[in-house]
Nanobody, 125 residues
Framework: VQLQASGGGLVQVGGSLRLSCAVSGRTFNSGAVAWFRQAPGKEREFVAA????????YYADSVEGRFTISRDNAKNTVYLQMNSLKPDDTAVYYC???????????????????WGQGTLVTVSS
């Protein structure tokens, strides 16, 4: 299984970016895919997750209403649409996947078995 994250870049405050997480080697037919981020000097934090069953989505309070996680089943890809970006959103963004994760663990990074390589998002003021 491989996760390939892409779409990061430099954007001004208030701008938008869309990150992609392409999953290969296994179909996203159960469990969840999530996005985490790690800013310089800070710990990794949960950003958003999407459960395969029911398509339920979950967001960190800091991104609720600005970020949207979605999927394209035909492409086995999960997206993170980021709008109204702020300097505090600057971080390396990682996608993660697990096919057996339970709901209570969906915001925990250590509950995911598979990780992408990260993509850098820089928001300039």
């Amino acid at each position: 299984v491989q996760l390939q994250a892409s779409g990061g870049g430099l954007v001004q405050v208030g701008g938008s970016l869309r990150l992609s997480c392409a999953v290969s080697g296994r179909t996203f037919n159960s469990g969840a895919v999530a996005w985490f981020r790690q800013a310089p000097g800070k710990e990794r934090e949960f950003v958003a997750a999407l459960r395969r069953s029911g398509g339920y989505t979950y967001y960190a309070d800091s991104v609720e209403g600005r970020f949207t996680i979605s999927r394209d089943n035909a492409k086995n890809t999960v997206y993170l649409q980021m709008n109204s970006l702020k300097p505090d959103d600057t971080a390396v963004y990682y996608c993660a996947a697990d096919w057996n994760i339970i709901l209570s663990d969906i915001r925990r990074g250590d509950a995911y078995d598979y990780w992408g390589q990260g993509t850098l998002v820089t928001v300039s003021s």
